[in-house]
């Protein structure tokens, strides 16, 4: 390469380095799913990128919208990333494999049996989704009926003995959302 060449293709690499971290920083994260309660859609190892900054108010996160938001735990702060179930002023009802927003039972299909799990079609309004339960479980998750506290969300995983979600630590406040999966 002659080297105009050069500082020409040294300068496309590094512009799109800079705009790479840009995005990275302030638009779009990307994050690896490490176990599988989100499976069947998302799977342990998945990858995906979400929005940040999608939502400008609570009245912008929609039932079925998968997002990423910030769990603090004995100290710790995680990244979690489930679906949402109930939105503010919701009541919700989960207990065993029964799941009851607004006093309406959720309707499901099953679709297939795969990997020791039973793999349903979901549908609450306008969201329709593939959720799983264990066919052997070893454990279910705590029965919850609670209404939807004011910039709040209820949220569970798509795996639904598999999740440590809205059961287990209660609703997420808006201003813990980080991100909506794109």
Known sequence: MTSPSKKIVTAIVIAIALVSLIAKTFFVGFYRIPQNGMYPGLPAGSRVFAARHAYSDPAGVERGDIIVFIHEENGQRYNYIWRVIGLPG?????????????????????????????????????????????????????????????????????????????????????????????
Not at 155 to 181: E, L, Q, W
């Open 90 to 182: 919701e009541s919700v009802v989960a207990t065993g494999e029964s799941l009851t927003v607004n006093g309406q039972t959720v309707q499901r299909q099953r679709v297939r049996d795969a990997d020791g799990k039973t793999v349903y079609r979901e549908q609450i309004g306008e969201a329709s989704y593939e959720v799983a339960f264990e066919t052997s479980p070893l454990h279910t998750p705590p029965d919850v009926s609670l209404k939807v506290p004011s910039d709040q969300f209820f949220v569970m995983g798509d795996n639904r003995f598999d999740a440590r979600d809205s059961r287990y630590f209660g609703t997420i406040s808006f201003s813990s959302i980080i991100g909506k999966k794109l």
